[in-house]
């Protein structure tokens, strides 16, 4: 199994950039496609950002495309997420996640790290 910690949340104003990194242990993590996921209040979990185990193919849900960028290191098993231009809509707890196939779906994933709080204010 993988365990997978976030970190880089906090709080942002409007405009601003965060970046977030997710740093693996476990399993082979070059091996692994890896996930962003949010989760907003009331709302359910959504796709952000997946990324395939080379690093050759992302996917980016549209209301983040141009904004955001995902990125891996698998030499340090941390892979990131660059969050610029940030909106009051991009509020919420951010999660990695690992499975061993690149997917919009949060189904195709089998790891997930305990989430990082963003929030962007106005």
């Known amino acids: 199994q993988v365990q997978l910690v976030e970190s880089g949340g906090g709080l942002a104003q409007a405009g601003g950039s965060l970046r977030l990194s997710c740093a693996a242990s476990?399993?082979?993590?070059?091996?692994?496609?890896m996930g962003w996921f949010r989760q907003a209040p009331g709302k359910e979990r959504e796709f952000v950002a997946a990324?395939?185990?080379?690093?050759?193919?992302?996917y980016y849900a549209d209301s983040v495309k141009g904004r955001f960028t995902i990125s891996r290191d698998n030499a340090k098993n941390t892979v990131y997420l660059q969050m610029n231009s940030l909106k009051p809509e991009d509020t919420a707890v951010y999660y990695c996640?690992?499975?061993?196939?690149?997917?919009?779906?949060?189904?195709?994933?089998?790891?997930w790290g305990q989430g990082t709080q963003v929030t962007v204010s106005s």
């Open positions: 996640a690992a499975g061993r196939l690149l997917s919009t779906q949060r189904e195709a994933y089998d790891a």
């Open positions: 476990g399993r082979i993590f070059n091996r692994d496609a």
């Open positions: 990324i395939s185990w080379s690093g050759g193919r992302t």
